[in-house]
């Protein structure tokens, strides 16, 4: 089955820089994939999502990247505020296959400093 | 629009008494369901899905169980709970299995 590795697990930034994180995916037949943000104690809550057949999207402050080749994906997050403060998962699908099930990343806290 | 319900928000169980989480859609039909597990400060865990009303799927051998009784309506149940069923379980929906899932608001389950 598929499996999804996230990294940092832990990511501190100073208000108004960038954050970066990343995603590695096993399954060659993957082509959706949806990044989560999580305040504590809350739902994850969707922020941006991709499909296989486009390389980048962007949304504001918050884009992400896709390289098939290398089955990987990226979020950047620019000029951090604090409420970027949480914890952000990656996940990866098949669109149309059986559940069309998500498999998470571990994930990653990131801090904001003011 | 459509929404997800799930109650309770909490739950303290002592150990060996049974449990029942539910959940339920309005504003879709048919759609995928899905529960998730997530330990303290981990990810999240596929527990079960349903494509139907009947229709489950197990993803994780473990001491659970779900049913689909409703088309909208999904239920995490357990006969006898155990220490390591604490958690934060999460209720999920997407359109037919197109297009992204969207969560409850969860319901913290503490077994004492």
């Known amino acids: 089955g598929e499996n999804v590795e996230q990294h940092p697990s832990t990511l501190s930034v100073q208000e108004g820089d960038s954050a970066v994180i990343k995603c590695t995916y096993s399954?060659?037949?993957?082509?959706?994939f949806p990044w989560y943000k999580q305040e504590l104690g809350k739902r994850p809550q969707l922020i941006i999502d991709?499909?296989?057949?486009?390389g980048e999207k962007k949304d504001q402050r918050i884009a992400v990247t896709l390289n098939k080749t290398a089955k990987h994906f990226s979020l950047h997050i620019t000029e951090t505020q604090p409420e970027d403060s949480a914890v952000y998962f990656c996940?990866?699908?098949?669109?149309?296959?059986?559940?069309?099930?998500?498999?998470f990343g571990g994930g990653t806290r990131v801090l904001v400093k003011p | 629009s459509q929404t997800i319900h799930q109650w309770p928000a909490t739950l303290v169980q002592p150990v060996g008494s049974p449990l029942s989480l539910e959940c339920t859609v309005e504003?879709?039909?048919?759609?995928?369901l899905y529960w998730y597990r997530q330990a303290a400060g981990r990810g999240l865990q596929l527990l079960f899905y349903?494509?139907?009303?009947?229709?489950i799927s197990s993803e994780v051998p473990q001491n659970l169980s779900a049913s689909r009784p409703q088309d909208r309506q999904f239920i995490l149940s357990s006969k006898k709970l155990l220490l390591s069923d604490s958690g934060f379980y999460l209720c999920?929906?997407?359109?037919?299995?197109?297009?992204?899932?969207?969560f409850g608001d969860g319901t913290r389950l503490s077994i004492l």
């Open positions: 999920a929906w997407n359109g037919q299995g197109k297009g992204p899932q969207h």
């Open positions: 399954d060659s037949a993957s082509n959706y």
């Open positions: 991709i499909r296989s057949n486009v």
């Open positions: 996940a990866a699908s098949r669109i149309k296959a059986a559940g069309n099930k998500l498999t």
């Open positions: 504003g879709t039909s048919n759609p995928n």
């Open positions: 349903s494509v139907g009303i009947g229709q």
